[in-house]
Nanobody
Framework: EVQLVESGGGLVQPGGSLRVSCTASGYAFSSHAMGWVRQAPGKGLEWVSNIDSDGTTYYRDSVKGRFTISRDNAKNTVFLQMNSLKLEDTAVYYC?????WGQGTQVTVSS
């Protein structure tokens, strides 16, 4: 059974930083791409970033230069480092892989 468990969300002021993590189990982690999506209050799901099994990364335009996705295959974990956070980054962040989703972690950017 595939399991994805996010952690690391919280409350941060605009301009601040936060790192969210997702630990996976139940499949060959290193062989698959991982991704992050988010859902802001009252809005639909929005793709944020992906990292391929070879480490190639992709970002939506609004987070380029501020967010960094990375993975640690030894720990079956993917990270999303978020810097220069903005109010509009407030959302529940979900990791995804092999057509599965985690439960999400809340990131709130507020002064």
């Amino acid at each position: 059974e595939v399991q994805l468990v996010e952690s690391g969300g919280g409350l941060v002021q605009p301009g601040g930083s936060l790192r969210v993590s997702c630990t996976a189990s139940g499949y060959a982690f290193s062989s698959h791409a991982m991704g992050w999506v988010r859902q802001a209050p009252g809005k639909g799901l929005e793709w944020v970033s992906n990292i391929d099994s070879d480490g190639t990364t992709y970002y939506r335009d609004s987070v380029k230069g501020r967010f960094t996705i990375s993975r640690d295959n030894a720990k079956n974990t993917v990270f999303l480092q978020m810097n220069s956070l903005k109010l509009e980054d407030t959302a529940v962040y979900y990791c995804s892989a092999v057509k599965s989703w985690g439960q999400g972690t809340q990131v709130t950017v507020s002064s």
